[in-house]
C-alpha cells in the first residue's frame, strides 16, 4: 500500500512575538490525515518569502 505524504513549512503571521518575529509551522499531511505543529522556530517578516518557495511536493512512499 502506498501513501501520500505531504509537507509543507509557513510562517503563521497572526502569533508573532515581542520582537515582531514569526514561528515557523510545519504541515504534515499523510493520505489526508492533515496535523500542524510548531517548529519552535522563528524567522524576521522579511524572510517570509524564503519559506513560501520551498513546499515540497506530494509524494508516493511505499510501507516499510
Same mark, same amino acid.
Given at each position: 500500500?502506498? !501513501?501520500?505524504?505531504? #509537507? =509543507? @513549512?509557513? !510562517?503563521?503571521?497572526?502569533? !508573532?512575538?515581542?520582537?515582531? $518575529?514569526?514561528?515557523?509551522? +510545519? /504541515? #504534515?499531511? +499523510?493520505?489526508?490525515? %492533515?496535523?500542524?505543529?510548531?517548529?519552535?522556530? @522563528?524567522?524576521?517578516?522579511? %524572510?517570509?518569502?524564503? #519559506?513560501? =518557495? /520551498?513546499? %515540497?511536493? !506530494? %509524494? $508516493? /512512499?511505499?510501507? +516499510?
Amino acid at each position: 500500500m502506498k !501513501a501520500k505524504v505531504s #509537507l =509543507h @513549512f509557513y !510562517a503563521k503571521s497572526t502569533k !508573532a512575538n515581542t520582537k515582531g $518575529q514569526f514561528p515557523i509551522y +510545519v /504541515r #504534515l499531511t +499523510v493520505d489526508g490525515n %492533515r496535523t500542524e505543529f510548531s517548529t519552535k522556530k @522563528f524567522i524576521e517578516p522579511s %524572510r517570509d518569502g524564503h #519559506l513560501k =518557495h /520551498r513546499k %515540497r511536493k !506530494a %509524494r $508516493q /512512499r511505499k510501507p +516499510v
